[in-house]
């Protein structure tokens, strides 16, 4: 954690800037956050505000701002090329998650915008399966700012306060322990995610053994 937020202090705040709001941005409108996580980016961004090298409210302004325009342009990339993009072959191994995101976005309708941001998958695809199904780009625009609010909000105050409760810790109890810490929070992370991961890949396979057993009975 210290020679993270050395690393972060020795950036040009310019530099921060600019990388976590267009990571923010790319990951709803190309698809980035099958790669990075945008919420990653904005806890960086909190951690770095939280060292006084930027100002918190700029950063929670730009990810929210962010967030808005990168939904807003992934919107209008399903509008003009939802049936084309939704089969492109860098899809195809995540089927059974974009049926899940689109039986969601047509069970919840603009609720599925909203609570899609706090999904990483969800959050990477859903403004364009929103666009894709013509949803009225006002009401789109009402739960993606809405969602865009709390969402960037939330994760840059996460990453503000985590910063500083590393610094208390590291007063009161040393350093030692408070790095002993934090790696048991991360090694938490870690454990959920490759949870979370395992539970994809069932998502996955039941789809495609769901998909051949339809495809073998229809041969027949």
């Not at 503000?160 to 040393?174: I, L, M, P, R």
């Amino acid at each position: 954690m210290e020679s993270l937020m050395h690393r972060i202090l020795d950036i040009a705040p310019v530099w921060i800037y600019l990388t976590v709001g267009l990571l923010v941005f790319a990951e709803d409108a190309i698809f980035v956050g099958f790669v990075i996580p945008g919420e990653t980016a904005a806890v960086l961004g909190g951690v770095a505000a939280s060292q006084g090298h930027i100002e918190l409210w700029v950063m929670i302004v730009l990810v929210v701002a962010a967030a808005i325009l990168g939904d807003s342009v992934g919107y209008e990339v399903g509008k003009h090329f939802g049936s084309r993009l939704l089969e492109a072959d860098f899809l195809d191994k995540h089927r059974g998650r974009l049926d899940r995101a689109q039986s969601f976005l047509a069970h919840r309708g603009g609720w599925a915008v909203f609570l899609g941001r706090f999904t990483a998958f969800f959050r990477a695809v859903m403004p364009a399966l929103v666009g894709a199904s013509r949803m009225p780009y006002p009401r789109f625009l009402a739960y993606n700012a809405v969602g865009g609010v709390v969402w960037g909000t939330t994760f840059v105050v996460l990453g503000f306060v985590a910063g500083n409760s590393y610094e208390k810790v590291a007063k009161t109890v040393g350093r030692d322990m408070a790095i002993a810490v934090v790696v048991i929070v991360v090694l938490g992370l870690i454990v959920w995610k490759v949870r979370e991961r395992r539970h994809d890949k069932t998502i996955e396979s039941e789809y495609h053994a769901t998909h051949e057993g339809q495809t073998t009975t229809e041969g027949h």
